[in-house]
């Protein structure tokens, strides 16, 4: 299986929408991803949620965040359907 895995540059969020925790990982907040998709944010908590696009179980500087790695095997798996 030689699957090609697109990266989303950080650079098509707007800088309140990426969060870093101490150790450096890169999350994405809810705004983010649905810009991203183009979709709802109800749209993002129903349907993306049903399809296996969750966020984290804990906050981060106040936000429940997605991890940028998730969000961009969601957003390859997307491209598939």
């Not at 969020?13 to 150790?23: A, K, L, M, T, Y």
């Not at 809810?30 to 179980?57: M, N």
């Amino acid at each position: 299986m030689n699957a090609v895995y697109k990266k989303i540059p950080l650079t098509c969020f707007r800088p309140n929408e990426i969060v870093r925790d101490r150790v450096g990982n890169i999350f994405i907040t809810r705004e983010g991803v649905a810009a991203v998709f183009g979709i709802s944010l109800v749209a993002l908590s129903t349907t993306a949620k049903k399809r296996g696009l969750l966020p984290l179980a804990r906050y981060i500087k106040g936000v429940k965040p997605y991890v940028l790695e998730d969000v961009e095997e969601y957003y390859n798996r997307r491209s598939k359907w």
